[in-house]
């Protein structure tokens, strides 16, 4: 990106609040120019994308022009300026340093007790946000003010002396933890892409670390979540689901005790609802996942921003919830308000999460048997795949491709002409398998052949099922439904609401 693109980034990544904000701003921070870097500051705005020769030809009558690459810093600062004025306050951080910065002015001026007295309520706020590192600067104020003061004693310093090496501690505790939890992390996403020994070792090697023993005690809510998402992240890794959900737990649990925290740490919040709500899915705790899901309406989401991450990871979370308990009907229900979401927040979408919801109403149209309207989600995933795009949706988005060709005989186009090779190649095989079976169907001239076919495809499909490494790969179930139900003569949609009822049950 280039720094002159730099302010057209940071305007269009505001909100509305923001730029009103900014406004507002402006008429009363600048003297003299703040017309024209309102002027400037709209120019930009109202480019789809950024062109200088663009913003030149619409400030032409303007004195901007000469001095064009100068105005754009300036509003570039301006702006950073703003923002820290419109969250002045907004968390506990900000919250805090107004207050050291209040106690520093005052101790300067030499007002010792009006000081000392911002840095006690400055002190009970940063505990209470844990913010060890503001700490530390209370604590070296409050020595500065006790040098000063008449009351001076040895024992003042070491009371001082002691919290600073707590403090201290508390900070290299929490910073320990968030660095095994990000080495889980890389190790639980290796695992995704290739599970082998090597990384199974290398995650229990980890647990082991000290402050992970069970005879480690945290006394922080920042090293206790840590320590709980570390063991929900090598759970998950290593298959054992309830343990991932016991922890999860735990961790939701924390953040629900610490709601003064929720707007500062809003996607922290969201994740770990998120993440805890999706063990549920898997594991067909369902009810428990009904009590749960209400609290994304409870989340802080203040700006557009975060009002879309909710969006998406809510109906993301609850057409999985749909499909596997079997409400097809309750899931197409929802699709007209899944439409207007996904307009609505259109340039705020996450494509990886915004393709999941897409795949998710394509299944559901395949289930239903309504392949024409199934085809517009499979376009928008196609479109969507230059961006890089699971390649297990892409692979089950591509034979639902090939399905709806073989149920809708009027369709012109081949879509077996093109294979990605990244699919073709799979390790699974599944698209291969399915590719070679479907090619004969079309071929196949009477209900006979086309039942030897569908005949040997449910063997190699079952075989693939039955096969641990195999069972859980996307899409493998509904297109065995679907070669079931061409078989049995049942509707797709029975054959898989009576499956997804004998799963919950067992």
């Known amino acids: 990106m ?13 909100t509305k609040a923001e730029k009103r904000h900014f406004k507002i701003f402006a008429t009363k921070h600048v003297i003299g120019e703040q017309n024209n870097y309102v002027v400037l500051f709209d120019t930009i705005n109202a480019l789809k994308e950024y062109d200088e020769s663009a913003v030149k030809q619409r400030l032409a009558a303007t004195k901007l022009v000469s001095r064009l690459a100068v105005e754009k810093v300036h509003l570039y600062n301006l702006i950073l300026r703003s923002l820290r ?56 104020l409050e020595r500065k003010l006790l040098k000063k003061s008449k009351d001076i004693s040895s024992q003042a310093f070491e009371q001082l002396a002691q919290e600073s090496r707590e403090v201290t501690d508390s900070i290299s505790n929490i910073a320990e933890l968030k660095n095994l ?70 961790v939701l649990e924390l953040c629900e005790q610490t709601p003064h925290t929720a707007p500062e740490h809003f996607h922290r919040h969201m994740h770990v609802l998120s993440n805890y709500l999706s063990l549920c899915i898997r594991l067909h705790r ?32 609850e057409l999985l ?65 230059r961006t890089g795009v699971r390649s297990d949706i892409r692979q089950v988005a591509l034979m639902l491709e090939w399905i709806a060709y073989y149920e ?18 799979a390790a699974t095989g599944f698209a291969a398998i399915v590719s070679k079976h479907l090619q004969q169907l079309i071929r196949s001239s009477t209900n006979a052949d086309a039942e030897v076919v569908f005949s040997a495809l449910r063997v190699e499909l079952i075989s693939m099922h039955n096969d641990p490494r195999k069972s859980y790969v996307a899409g493998l179930q509904e297109i065995l439904q679907w070669v079931e139900s061409k078989l049995s003569g049942k509707a797709l949609a029975d054959i898989y609401r009576a499956g997804r009822i004998e799963q919950s049950l067992s």
Not at 3 to 14: A, M, P, R
């Open 286 to 317: 369902f009810e428990e996942y009904a009590r749960t899901v209400v609290k994304f309406d409870l989340l802080p989401a203040r700006s557009r921003e975060a009002q879309a991450d909710v969006f998406q990871q809510k109906w993301n979370l």
């Open 321 to 385: 919830f749909l499909l596997n308990t079997g409400r097809i009907e309750q899931a197409r229900a929802c699709i007209p308000q899944i439409e207007k979401g996904l307009r609505s927040f259109a340039e705020l979408l996450d494509t990886a999460r915004a393709v999941s919801i897409y795949y998710n109403i394509a299944l559901l149209h395949f289930i239903l048997s309504e392949f024409p309207a199934m085809r517009p989600w499979l376009l928008k995933i196609k479109e969507s795949s």
């Open 85 to 140: 004025s419109f969250h002045q306050g907004r968390s506990g951080k900000t919250a805090v340093g107004e207050l050291i910065d209040n106690a520093e002015l005052l101790a300067d001026k030499g007002l010792l007790p009006q000081s000392a007295k911002i840095i006690r309520k400055a002190k009970t706020l940063a505990y209470r946000y844990e913010e060890f590192g503001l700490l530390l600067r209370l604590i070296d």
């Open 2 to 14: 280039k720094s002159s693109d730099n302010v057209f980034v940071l305007i269009k990544s505001l």
């Open 181 to 250: 939890y990000d080495q889980a992390f890389a190790l639980s996403r290796q695992g995704q892409q290739n599970t082998n020994e090597e990384s199974k070792q290398a995650f229990k090697n980890l647990v082991r670390h000290p402050l992970l023993h069970p005879d480690s005690e945290q006394k922080t809510f920042t090293a206790t979540y840590y320590r709980h998402l570390i063991f929900a992240t090598y759970a998950r890794a290593m298959g054992n689901f309830d343990a991932a959900l016991g922890h999860s737990r735990k």
């Open 408 to 425: 809708d005989k009027s369709s012109r186009d081949d879509p077996f002409s093109n294979i990605p090779s990244d699919i073709a190649s």
